[in-house]
Structure formats: structure tokens, C-alpha cells
């Protein structure tokens, strides 16, 4: 209660005593004792407008700490769909080239649906333009659904990268050393291998996992200078034939920080897929394994990969069976620069007496601006029955 009314309540007062007093005598005692309960009441009415502010204000911190609480108990929305990619640029003077290359720009495209339901989808575009006559290619590299079964399985459907060697399913360029991937993995595996199809994934908690994947399979070619190359069977689910699909399995350990330890099977009734003449057929089998270990500033990769193919046509030429290998010791100075040496072998044509073994031995540097941005140097030496060298420059980003 304000002030202004307390005054107005007394004034009320004094008149009414007054009236009072006119109608007879008032002793003194009387209008001292009119007085005394009048302040009583005054001090009453005080109290009273005092304890009802304190009401007022408690009633208003309470509302203010509701409130207040109410905008730290909301969560923040969390994104459902993520938008990343890559991207390298490249610089070969080579023996045999001398060319500036924008050789990938990625763009990746993922979808939360639910905790247990997600899209996860990739898209390229190789030496910056495609189309008729033109040098490079668009291409879905991964469209697939993941669904979690539970927290240790889950299963994929749709275009996915292959479970196999180091870098198929990882291959972002802060993440290996060399301007160039590996020859090795290139030629043999091949990297990068996209299969359209099923594939059911597991982990246990002492560092297993495993993959099984069934996919629409390759399809080589049968006449030509390219016959019953891998590389050249890749079909990238464009129309791909599916007589002869193919299935593998990995089997992966990562029970200790920075190791993984891996082998991969795949199996095929036949990469020609039917397309070649009576006897071209031939079925196939991929065996590849690898190591791979970061102990503080030393790293060590190592990988061997091998085709047997079962049939006339591909023995004929030798490339019934084509394999290789290669060891890459890496060191680190500091969190932004490290070294690398690598020393790879791969022979397409195995089977022949002949000596058709290619070798390649590089030596270079990373310089990381970022974790995700990465500045390349290499120097690469070929030889047996390659013959190229020369060094590579590159700059590639990851987000």
C-alpha cells in the first residue's frame, strides 16, 4: 500500500473522530486514547503493505528463476542432415606428364532419419569436367541406408565402398601420405571400389569387427589391351551387370591404440559376368591383408593383395593372377609435419615367365595448416618394367 493512501485512510479518521467529537463533550483521555489506536492501526496498515510487497517480490523471483530454468532445461535442436566433403589439387612433373590436375572434389551428403535409421551418400567430380570428350567424370561413390540392429550390429544397404585394404573406405587426403595413392591398391584392389548391394557389419568390445558384404560384382573385359585387368572391371552401379555377383568378408582388429591388423576375402563365380565368348568365363578370388600401426611420432603401413583367376582366357595372357605389396615406415616431428618413405610392387600379369613386375620406391613430406588441410611433396622412382619419375606437388582439404 502507498503512502499517499495511508495518509488518506488517517485524514479519513481524524474526520470521523471529529464528527464524533461534535456530537458531545470529549474528555482529554478520551481523544488520547482515539489517538493511541489510531497509530495502532496505522502501524498495522504498515505492516501489512510490507509484508505484501515481500509477497510481490518473492512471487517475482520465483517466476524469474521458472523461467530462467526453463531455457536451460529446452535442448538445442541437433542438425539431422551434415554436409562434408574433400577435395585435392595435384601437380605431376613426371617423365611422362607435366600437368596441374584438380583431380577430385567430393561433396558428402548424410541424413539422421532416427537414432538407429541413416542415409550416408557421397558424390564426385573428377578433373574439375565430364561429359563427351572431356577428361573427367561425375559419379556416386556411396548412397547407402544404415540401420542399427543394435548397439554392436548394423546393416547397410544401397552403394557402398568395398571392405578392403587401407584406403578404399578411407581415402580423405589428410589421411595417407603421397600427392598420389599408392600404386598398389590402385592397380590390384582396386581403390576406389564402389559395390551396389547388402552388407552386415559387427564389433565386439575386445577390438574385433567383421564385415560381410554381398555386391553386384566386377566385370572385366575379355578382348583388348585391357583383358581381365581388375581396375577395368569396376562397374561403379551404372547398369551393372549382376549374372555373377560377389561376396566378402573382413575380419578386423583394433584392440590396441593405434593398430589395426586386417585380412579380406573376395570371392566371384565370374568377373566376366557371361559377356565373353565360350571359355572367357572365369571366376575369381581376392586375398588382401594389411597392417597398419602409429606409435607416438613412428607409423609403419603394410599391405599385400592378391587375384587368382580361375579360366582359359586369363591364363593365356597371365593375368590368371595379379598381386602386390608395399611397406610405407612414416615419422612425425611434430603435429604438423611429418615424412614418409614407401616402396611398392605389383605385377598385373603374374602368371607369365616373363618379367612384368612394375616397382616404385617415393620419398616426401606432409605439412599439415590443419588437421583437416594438408600441404604434399614426393619424389617417386620407377622401375622394372615401368619406367617414370620425377615429383609430385599437392594440396588437399578434408571437412
Do not use: C
Not at 211 to 235: E, F, W
Not at 289 to 298: E, N, P, V
Amino acid at each position: 500500500m502507498s503512502l499517499t493512501r495511508l495518509l488518506s485512510i488517517t485524514l479519513l479518521l481524524a474526520v470521523t473522530s471529529m464528527a464524533n467529537a461534535s456530537q458531545g463533550k470529549v474528555t482529554l483521555e478520551e481523544l488520547k486514547s482515539l489517538i493511541l489506536k489510531q497509530q495502532k492501526q496505522i502501524e498495522d496498515l504498515k505492516s501489512r503493505v510490507k509484508s505484501n510487497e515481500q509477497k510481490v517480490e518473492a512471487t517475482g523471483e520465483i517466476l524469474d528463476k521458472s523461467v530462467t530454468n526453463a531455457e536451460v532445461d529446452i535442448p538445442a535442436s541437433t542438425p539431422k542432415t551434415h554436409v562434408g566433403g574433400y577435395g585435392e589439387l595435384h601437380y605431376n612433373n613426371l617423365d611422362s606428364k607435366n600437368e596441374v590436375d584438380f583431380h577430385r572434389f567430393v561433396l558428402f551428403f548424410d541424413h539422421d532419419f532416427s537414432d538407429k535409421l541413416r542415409l550416408y551418400s557421397e558424390l564426385e567430380l573428377e578433373h574439375t569436367m565430364s561429359g563427351e570428350g572431356k577428361p573427367g567424370e561425375v559419379e556416386l561413390e556411396q548412397a547407402f541406408i544404415e540401420y542399427d540392429l543394435n548397439d554392436q550390429q548394423n546393416i547397410k544397404a544401397g552403394v557402398f565402398l568395398m571392405p578392403v585394404g587401407l584406403l578404399n573406405e578411407t581415402h580423405e587426403p589428410n589421411t595417407f601420405y603421397g600427392v598420389e595413392r599408392n600404386p598398389v591398391e590402385t592397380n590390384i584392389i582396386p581403390t576406389t571400389w564402389s559395390e551396389g548391394g547388402l552388407v552386415f557389419s559387427g564389433r565386439h568390445a575386445s577390438g574385433f569387427s567383421y564385415d560381410i558384404a554381398l555386391g553386384s560384382g566386377l566385370s572385366v573385359p575379355t578382348t583388348g589391351g585391357n583383358a581381365y585387368k581388375i581396375r577395368k572391371g569396376r562397374q561403379k552401379v551404372s547398369e551393372a551387370s549382376a549374372n555373377s555377383g560377389a561376396i566378402t568378408g573382413r575380419l578386423k582388429w583394433t584392440g590396441w591404440k593405434g593398430v589395426e591388423l586386417a585380412a579380406t576375402l573376395v570371392h566371384q563365380n565370374d568377373v566376366t559376368q557371361g559377356a565373353g565368348a565360350a571359355g572367357a568365363e572365369s571366376s575369381a578370388t581376392l586375398l588382401e591383408t594389411h597392417a597398419a600401426i602409429q606409435r607416438g611420432r613412428f607409423g609403419l603401413r603394410a599391405l599385400y593383395a592378391s587375384w587368382n583367376l580361375n579360366g582359359a582366357g586369363a591364363k593365356l595372357i597371365g593375368r590368371d593372377r595379379q598381386t602386390g605389396w608395399y611397406i610405407e615406415p612414416s615419422y612425425k616431428f611434430d603435429t604438423k609435419l611429418g615424412m614418409f618413405a614407401r616402396y611398392n610392387e605389383w605385377d598385373n600379369e603374374a602368371g607369365l615367365n616373363t618379367s612384368s613386375k612394375k616397382k616404385q620406391t617415393e620419398i616426401g613430406l606432409n605439412y599439415w595448416l590443419h588437421d583437416d588441410v594438408v600441404l604434399k611433396v614426393d619424389y617417386m622412382d620407377q622401375s622394372g618394367n615401368a619406367k617414370d619419375k620425377g615429383f609430385n606437388l599437392g594440396v588437399g582439404y578434408n571437412f
